[in-house]
């Protein structure tokens, strides 16, 4: 008896098969590939104007910041002008005086948006910035008692997120 062989043969149209299947696998990871990029493409833009937007703000927050040690300066000026008789005879109206001078001071200054309260102890000023996006740098601060440096101490300087209007629909949906 003779051995017969088995051959097995690939014909044409099973590498043609082949071919086909590995080029459409090569262009589905293209595609892929390609909208992975195009995401963090616009992700990397958005975070890069995030970012201008708060250097932005912080320069405003700061630029706030020196107008309003100007006017301290300015006022730390007035008063030393104002000799020791004239304070010891108004007594503590002087202090109310004062801080109503420093106001409107600061009101004529442009910084109609920085608030100042009176304290237990000190002076308290606040304002904040938008920082775009939804976002606002928020700034607080104790105002020295006693003249010369530091004239003030910022306290509180935080990036904080505004609640968007989604957030408050999620809670209506629930009920």
Known sequence: MSKQKMEYRVGVGASSILMILVVLALTALALLSFSGAKSADV????????????????????????????????????????????????????????????????????????????????????????????????????LADEPGMPRYYVTRQELVSLPTEDEGDQYKLLQ
């Open 43 to 142: 992700l990397a833009k958005r975070n890069q104007a995030m970012v201008v937007a708060y250097y932005q703000a912080m320069a405003k927050a700061r630029e706030k910041l020196a107008a309003l040690d100007h006017v301290i300066v300015e006022m730390q000026k007035d008063a030393s002008q104002v000799s020791a008789s004239q304070q010891l005879q108004v007594g503590e109206q002087t202090d109310a005086s004062l801080l109503l001078s420093f106001t409107q001071r600061v009101a004529q200054a442009g910084l109609t948006d920085i608030q100042i309260e009176e304290g237990p102890e000190s002076s308290l000023f606040s304002f904040q910035v938008d920082a775009s996006y939804g976002r606002l740098i928020m700034v607080e601060g104790q």
